[in-house]
């Protein structure tokens, strides 16, 4: 399959938010690239500008490569900020498992690219505000997504 990253509109979007359970506003897509049926799954997400993805944590090995704009990724561990950097175009950055943030778009938005391994399909936890887990999203729950 050919699919040019930064003119990505004949992609399947998933748009997620608003979502009224969160005080901060929510405003992201993804979009499904590709999957290997070996634990290795390809997504292109984009965020509004000034908007988060949810509050998560990663079950897998996470590597992104951000596209196009910026990307304000906050880390926290037992509930505590630990860090925020902001990722321009062309930042490359690994992330273990268990890594808990939050992400928001730049001024303009943001478009990355993740590439992710799981051997065992489990993906990522979307957490509460208070870092509790409401769902955990697996490679099957997410080709079951953008089978729709």
Same mark, same amino acid.
């Given at each position: 399959?050919?699919?040019?990253?930064?003119?990505?509109?004949?992609?399947?979007?998933?748009?997620? /938010?608003?979502?009224?359970?969160?005080?901060?506003?929510?405003?992201?897509?993804?979009?499904?690239? /590709?999957?290997?049926?070996?634990?290795?799954?390809?997504?292109?997400?984009?965020?509004?500008?000034?908007?988060?993805?949810?509050?998560?944590?990663?079950?897998?090995?996470?590597?992104?490569?951000?596209?196009? /704009?910026?990307?304000?990724?906050?880390?926290?561990?037992?509930?505590?900020?630990?860090?925020?950097?902001?990722?321009?175009?062309?930042?490359?950055?690994?992330?273990?498992?268990?890594?808990?943030?939050?992400?928001?778009?730049?001024?303009?938005?943001?478009?990355?690219?993740?590439?992710?391994?799981?051997?065992? /399909?489990?993906?990522?936890?979307?957490?509460?505000?208070?870092?509790?887990?409401?769902?955990?999203?697996?490679?099957?729950?997410?080709?079951?997504?953008?089978?729709?």
């Amino acid at each position: 399959m050919k699919v040019d990253l930064l003119d990505n509109e004949k992609l399947s979007w998933q748009d997620y /938010g608003p979502d009224d359970r969160f005080s901060y506003p929510i405003g992201y897509g993804g979009a499904l690239l /590709g999957y290997d049926g070996q634990g290795h799954i390809d997504l292109l997400y984009r965020w509004e500008p000034g908007r988060y993805c949810h509050f998560h944590r990663h079950l897998c090995e996470v590597r992104s490569t951000v596209l196009r /704009g910026s990307l304000e990724v906050v880390t926290f561990k037992d509930g505590v900020e630990v860090s925020k950097v902001t990722r321009q175009v062309g930042n490359y950055s690994h992330m273990p498992d268990t890594d808990v943030h939050m992400e928001r778009g730049g001024p303009e938005g943001a478009t990355v690219l993740f590439n992710l391994y799981s051997p065992d /399909g489990r993906l990522t936890q979307m957490l509460d505000e208070q870092g509790n887990a409401l769902k955990t999203l697996t490679i099957e729950t997410v080709l079951k997504q953008f089978a729709n």
